[in-house]
């Protein structure tokens, strides 16, 4: 974050020691500043004076725009390198530092095949292998999808199979929360609001050629086995028995 110079009305003297140690633990703690609105509290500073008043007025100003921007989606169209073919994504804001562990979640959009991506700081596995992913839509069950890391990467997976079950569920909340079992058996979490990303993930779908879902009458998947697990043994059986009878009679 970058200040400009702070006029000071009140002529008065300047304590030069002050205003260098000031700048100094200014800082030192920019990265608490910019997470302000995460609820991490300023430890209390030991300087006094109007200069530094004026500084930490400016800071309270600016924090909040930036928090606003740190959560919000963000659209993207790019080129393939070697295809030549543009594709898009929407991009996760970036976890808090020190809360949840890095990681961004993308919705990507490549030669009309939709994708879900996940993109960790951390290791999850080696190039080109299997690992599970855990999603959790606010407080609902959790669900257990596979992904794959890419060829070229140990910190970034995909899963095309599940793209649109992950996609549709996250249309249906406010935070999405993850988990990453890694090979070296670490868990690697974080949450991620979805306040605004709903029109992102609609630009990806009709990108992809995607109709959206009818949010008044769908009936997810994740819906059905949590209101399935609520049902006794018995009625699970006769539920079961009908889907059976309907999948025969639609074949």
């Known amino acids: 974050m970058i200040f400009g110079h702070i006029h000071n ?13 000031s700048w100094d633990e200014l800082t030192r703690k920019k990265q608490e500043f910019a997470q302000c609105q995460q609820g991490i509290q300023m430890k209390p500073s ?9 500084i ?8 909040p725009l930036n928090a606003s921007a740190d959560n919000t989606w963000s659209y993207h169209q790019e080129s393939d390198r070697l295809t030549n073919r543009t594709y898009s994504f929407v991009q996760s804001p970036i976890p808090p530092r020190g809360i949840y562990d890095n990681m961004k979640l993308e919705i990507v959009c490549k030669e009309n095949k939709l994708q879900v991506v996940i993109d960790a ?9 299997n690992f599970d992913l855990e999603y959790q839509i606010d407080g609902k069950t959790p669900v257990t999808v596979q992904m794959t890391t890419f060829p070229d990467s140990k910190r970034k997976g995909y899963t095309t199979e599940f793209a649109k ?10 935070t999405i929360f993850i988990r990453v079992k890694t ?22 779908f009709a990108d992809c050629g995607i109709g ?40």
């Open 212 to 251: 959206l879902p009818n949010s008044e009458s769908v009936y997810t998947l994740t819906e059905f086995e949590q209101e399935f697990s609520r049902l006794s043994p018995e009625q699970q059986q006769q539920v079961l028995a009908k889907i059976k009878k309907i999948i025969m009679e639609t074949r």
């Open 46 to 54: 030991r300087f006094s004076g109007n200069s530094t008043q004026a």
């Open 183 to 204: 090979m070296i058996r670490r868990v690697l979490s974080t949450s991620i609001p979805l306040d605004n990303a709903a029109e992102s993930i609609k630009h990806i």
């Open 9 to 21: 009305p009140v002529q008065s003297p300047v304590n030069n020691a002050a205003i260098k140690n």
């Open 165 to 174: 079950r992950i996609a549709d569920d996250m249309l249906t909340g406010q």
């Open 121 to 129: 700081e951390n290791l999850i596995a080696s190039q080109g292998s």
């Open 56 to 63: 930490m007025l400016a800071l309270l100003i600016a924090c």
